[in-house]
């Protein structure tokens, strides 16, 4: 049987221009079609990969305790894509509301203008069975979340000369002794 292929995510908002524009950014996209009620964003060969669905009607804003979708994550290739993309948004003023060493992935999470969250990753491991693995060891069933750590940091210690298996270790992250991420994540 074949298996899908994910092809885009459909976002409603009462805010549909300060969506575009923070998605355009994010994502380095460009938008392909756009007019009173819907607005489509690619950033690859797809037609669109994120829509974005304005009713006629009024839309309350999303609280912490909304059943709602939670985020979409973006894979990089690469820490140092990962690292480069965080320096192109912070010049924009673009900032994550939090960094997670999640063990699997290195994220850094950004939070939309609808406050839905947006995360950028890079794969912590080469292949998908090896973070299936480490998903049922020791250290990720002591925190399934991570810590988290300053891209700050990360990145002048990745320009000093630290490694990526360094970086993308948990071990590295604890070090910053920041609070726990789920706070942040939650809302609350």
Known sequence: MPTPKFAHVVLQTGRPA??????????????VYGDDMLTFITFDEEHHRIA?????VPIRPRTPDTAAMHHVAYTFA??????DRYVLLRDAGVRPAVCIAHGVTTSLYYRDPDGNFVEMQVDNFAEPDQATRYMGGPEYAADSVGPAFDPEEML???RGGASVDELTARAWSLKAGLPDPMGVLLGT
């Open 52 to 56: 974005l669905l304005s009713p006629p």
């Open 18 to 31: 300060a969506l575009r524009d923070w998605y355009c950014t994010v994502l380095d996209g460009h938008v």
């Open 156 to 158: 002048a210690a990745r």
């Open 78 to 83: 690469g820490l140092d894509d990962l690292l």
